[in-house]
């Protein structure tokens, strides 16, 4: 994962609440085995008419967000299924951050696994927020200060000290974990041993 | 009981910070894990635990016309690499052609894998089902598939808990999955939101292990990491003799951990809900979240009848993309399909329930109906007992196991405008087909419902 610093660019506003997995990476797009190119199925169906043209009216397809980085959404962002598709496909298309009032608690997870920062901020903040995006205007987030900031305003955001540390150091969670595998390996000595294995 | 299965999982924990938590079966299907295969090769990394790892194939899978091989190129590469990186890794693969291949949230507990006290995981979130064994069980992402298969562990925080008591006795022709959309509609979708559930109370003792998993499946959809619910004799019951569960010497030690389980009189949770169940009635959901649901006996309501001016919109929305008129009631809602199936209600109960319904009488000539069991031994199990000879002789679909149209991956799937009466779990925006209408009910109402080509009270269904 690439270490996560600071992110600056403008702020595309999506202001519904509950936006599921479902829409934000529709089904028919999760055939694919590669972890990259999923950029241009981000809300496809909100994007695209039913003949697959894209829809300018689409906040998204309007030019003066087509190099948006930031995201803010409502509650309940990224509820549903557990797809990280939702997240590859958000980072594909250039979004750094989300923010919004609250996230699913496996996006929210997912999105710190691969280096997209969802941040909580209260409603009123991302009211503010929101107001600047209609304008397409350009918002900062500073990972070690744990700002949003723009045009004058100021937002804290709280993170988890291991998450931001994990997040600016671009750590790669499997390898920390590997460094424990003497402490697995105690674990497995005193498991049950009447726990099911597929043992041929 | 949730804190004794995290806390006899932890291999190891930091003040404040997350715990590396043990799991005990990671579960596998063809969607989720491709790229975490690939990560794993590409840092020259091996799956642990082969023999702690099971995959099977189900989201991707047609469920008519197996013999003519999979017809749609990606779904096939898709399931061609799960195979494969099985048999590189050295994971037992329930395949296509295999009797155990079914849902992977059906097949766990149909084989005995799923068990009580265990920490169980799979890149999908209705992972939740097996928490019905009192097991600690959620879905996770692909990056976290990835780390349990190069570690058997995950990093992760410890949630907070709520209660949810389910007082008083379900009237007849009110099922589990009444239970858990009104459970659902008075929580809301984000209700359980960083909480894993524990549910309790007479009714949930009442119910079945179908019926449990019914409940615990569907934990995510109110927001839940997960649901567990107290092993008992029914659990006890269910696992024992299964090809995974524990024989002889093991079997006596195994029901003395179980017996330990459930939460201690008087324990606290971080939050506690209680549901009067003799007050619940047959549920249909009306809008575009789970949330959304009303009494059979009820009308589609006015989004002016919402306080908060979220609800107002969220319900506004759900109503134009529904095509549903205020004040219509839920009976008199025309239906164009009926799919019977899903990891929430295509268990072998679930079937002769819903068979039940429709025994000698036709599907209504409207309405495209099919079943789709929920493994290919539910499947068999439900044509030693006839249950196909009655679907079919009333019009029904008779198909092979899989997810099917819960997310139409495969080509199950709703036209644009079509309105379909569903047992599965998410009623979401094109969920089951682009302008796709999903109204969640359980399989009793679904079946009298595929009938009647309306909603029907099955309280008085005859």
Known sequence: MEPVHSIQGVAAPLPRAAIDTDQIVPKQFLKRVERSGYGPFLFYDWAHDVEGEPDPDFVLNRPEYLD???LVAGPSFGCGSSREHATWALQDRGFAAVIAPSFADIFRNNAYNVGLLPIELDQSAVDALLEIAERAGTVTVDLERQTVSSEGIEFSFDIEPHIKENLLSGIDPIGETLRSVAAIDAFEERRPAFRPALTD | MFDKVW?????????????LLYVDLHLVHEVTSPQAFAGLEAAGRTVRRPDLTVATVDHGVPTADRLRGITDPLSKKQIDTLVDNCRRHGITLYGIDDPRQGIVHVVGPEQGLTQPGMTIVCGDSHTSTHGAFGALAFGIGTSEVEHVLATQTLSQQKPATMSITVDGKLARGVTAKDVILGIINQIGVNGGSGHVIEYWGPVIEALSMEGRMTICNMSIEGGARAGMIAPDDTTFAFVEGKTFAPKGAAWERALEEWAALPTDTGATFDREVEIDGSALSPHVTWGTNPGQSVSVTGAIPDPSEFDAAADRQAAEHALAYMDLEPGTPIVDV???RVFLGSCTNARI???RAAADMV???KVHPRVDAMVVPGSTLVKMQAEQEGLDRIFKDAGFDWRDAGCSMCLAMNPDILAP????ASTSNRNFEGRQGRGG?????SPEMAAAAAVAGHFVDVR???
């Open chain 2, 7 to 19: 806390d006899t999982h932890v291999v190891s924990a930091s003040n404040d910070g997350p715990s």
């Open chain 2, 359 to 361: 025994v000698g009488k």
């Open chain 1, 68 to 70: 948006a980085r930031i």
């Open chain 2, 417 to 420: 405008g079509e309105r379909c």
């Open chain 2, 349 to 351: 109960e679930d079937l």
């Open chain 2, 460 to 462: 008085t269904w005859g």
């Open chain 2, 334 to 336: 025309p239906l164009d």
């Open chain 2, 437 to 441: 209408r999903t109204h969640l009910v």
